[in-house]
């Protein structure tokens, strides 16, 4: 198992940027993937990007280019650098991970709340 701690949210005006932070309860170097997630109010949370252990990525369609995910594993931490953001955009944000290579966690931490004013 491993907890997730997600930090970094905040207000911001559209078209700014925010950094999320992913700090993980253990090592997260043997973990298949991390991923971020996003929740807007009445909506159904969905995936944002995802970073295998080998540094492969894949992102949503709707990013179109403006996030970037990576991973530091010397601090167990998974980063989302998410620029020109929209204020549709504002939701909370959560991080996950893929233990099994095929699973997504089925608990999540508190997340982060991400604000973007127009």
């Known amino acids: 198992q491993v907890q997730l701690v997600e930090s970094g949210g905040g207000l911001v005006q559209a078209g700014g940027s925010l950094r999320l932070s992913c700090a993980a309860s253990?090592?997260?170097?043997?973990?298949?993937?991390m991923g971020w997630f996003r929740q807007a109010p009445g909506k159904q949370r969905e995936l944002v990007a995802a970073?295998?252990?080998?540094?492969?990525?894949n992102y949503a369609d709707f990013v179109e280019g403006r996030f970037t995910i990576s991973r530091d594993n010397a601090n167990n931490t998974v980063y989302l650098q998410i620029n020109r953001l929209k204020p549709e955009e504002t939701a909370v944000y959560y991080c996950?991970?893929?233990?099994?290579?095929?699973?997504?966690?089925?608990?999540w931490g508190q997340g982060t709340q991400v604000t973007v004013s127009s």
């Open positions: 996950n991970a893929r233990l099994d290579g095929i699973n997504w966690l089925n608990y």
């Open positions: 253990r090592s997260i170097l043997g973990i298949n993937a």
């Open positions: 970073i295998a252990r080998g540094g492969m990525t």
